[in-house]
């Protein structure tokens, strides 16, 4: 009886808040676009209900705008959004690295290594776009889950959706994948000296460079 397992079946609403945001990430839906809720329900064939549910996730992540017409819109980036949100991360992600540089162990240390090792091969390699971006995103979190601190990790899963959406428009560029290793290389290094200050100095260092180059990208969009 202990190996029985009973799957819940997953709710109409949550495939349809997983698919749109997937579309919103991908570009099918791009910042500013409109997203008619009845379009929506005759495509996938369902009633508005799952639908409107989906739409509630989204704006409350921050990834949908319900104006005053009730019209659902695609949320369309400011620099004074970005800005806010990495000054967010780097408050947060420095005392993180900071936390983590004191108490991971060796092998967490270890593991950490062997992530960049499988970014490294996966930029080599010419992995999809999306593939490289959730390592660079596992790295980050990595790093918070080793400081163990619930509530901490709750603050960065209030924005992980709008971190994500970033991610992707600071994606574009040269080289970019390989500058975001170097960087994240940098941070590495410090941890595994054991060194806290320095690691939340790098931390910093790089989500600055990171908000420059996303306020440079962001006209372009």
Do not use: W
């Amino acid at each position: 009886m202990k190996e029985f397992v009973v799957e819940r079946p997953i709710p109409y609403y949550e495939q349809f808040y997983h698919s749109i945001k997937k579309m919103i990430f991908t570009g099918h839906f791009k910042p500013g676009d409109r997203i008619v809720e009845t379009q929506l329900a005759k495509e996938f064939n369902v009633s508005k209900s799952p639908i409107r549910e989906a739409i509630r996730i989204l704006e409350k992540e921050g990834l949908v705008i319900v104006d005053e017409k009730s019209r659902v819109i695609v949320y369309k980036p400011t620099q004074k959004d970005v800005e806010e949100v990495y000054f967010c991360r780097m408050a947060l992600e420095s005392f993180a690295v900071s936390e983590a540089t004191k108490i991971a162990s060796d092998e967490d240390i270890h593991e950490l290594e062997k992530l960049l090792i499988r970014t490294d091969q996966a930029i080599s390699s010419k992995k999809e776009e999306d593939r490289i971006i959730s390592l660079n995103e596992l790295f980050h979190s990595t790093i918070i889950d080793y400081t163990k601190n619930l509530r901490l990790k709750k603050q960065i899963n209030d924005l992980k959706a709008l971190i994500y959406y970033f991610r992707i428009l600071n994606f574009q560029g040269d080289n970019r994948a390989n500058v975001i290793l170097e960087q994240h290389y940098r941070i590495f290094e410090f941890i595994k000296k054991r060194d806290p200050e320095k690691a939340a100095k790098a931390m910093i260092s790089h989500l600055e460079l990171d908000l420059a180059h996303l306020i440079k990208v962001l006209p372009k969009r």
